[in-house]
C-alpha cells in the first residue's frame, strides 16, 4: 500500500477483500469500524489517523469484551463467540504490544532518573508511561509493575 494510504482508505480495501471472501463477521465489524471512523471525522473536522484509529478499536474491544462477558453470564455463548470474534478483528488494527520486559526496565530507568519512591510515584510513572507506551501497554500492567518495582519486588 502507498505511505499516504489513509486508515480509512486501508479499511475500505479489507471491507471489499471481506466481501469477496463472504466473511460476514469480518465485514460487520469492519463496517463498524469504518462508521465510527466518519462520525469521528464529523466530530473532528480532520482525518482520522493512526493513533485515533488505535484509540477507535481499543474502545470497540473493550464494547466486544463487556458485551462477551454479559452475553455469557446470560447463558448465550453463541453471541458472546461472535462478540469475541469481533474483537479479535479489530485487535489486528493496533501496534504490536510492548513486551514486559521492556517495560519493566523503562520504569526502572524512568524511577531513577526522577528519583521517585513510594505510592505517591505511580501517577507520574503512569503519566509517563501512558504517553511513552500510547496503544502499546495497558494502564494495568504498567501499574502492576510499577509497584513490583516501588516494592523493590522486581
Known amino acids: 500500500m502507498p505511505a499516504m494510504t489513509t486508515p480509512q482508505k486501508q479499511i475500505e480495501q479489507q471491507v471489499q477483500a471481506a466481501l469477496k471472501a463472504s466473511d460476514r463477521d469480518r465485514l460487520d465489524t469492519l463496517r463498524m469500524l469504518l462508521s465510527a471512523i466518519h462520525n469521528e471525522r464529523i466530530r473532528t473536522g480532520a482525518e482520522v489517523d493512526e ?67 513510594g505510592p505517591q510515584a505511580i501517577g507520574p510513572i503512569m503519566k509517563a508511561m501512558m504517553a511513552r507506551y500510547s496503544g502499546r501497554a495497558d494502564g494495568s500492567t504498567i501499574n502492576r509493575l510499577a509497584r513490583q518495582i516501588l516494592d523493590g519486588q522486581d
Open 51 to 117: 493513533e485515533t484509529l488505535w484509540s477507535l478499536a481499543r474502545k470497540g474491544i473493550k464494547q466486544r469484551r463487556e458485551s462477551s462477558e454479559q452475553y455469557r453470564s446470560g447463558g448465550r455463548d453463541d453471541l458472546a463467540d461472535k462478540e469475541d470474534r469481533e474483537a479479535e478483528i479489530l485487535a489486528e488494527f493496533l501496534p504490536p504490544p510492548v513486551d514486559e520486559e521492556e517495560l519493566t526496565e523503562a520504569i526502572r530507568s524512568f524511577v531513577e532518573s526522577e528519583e521517585l519512591s
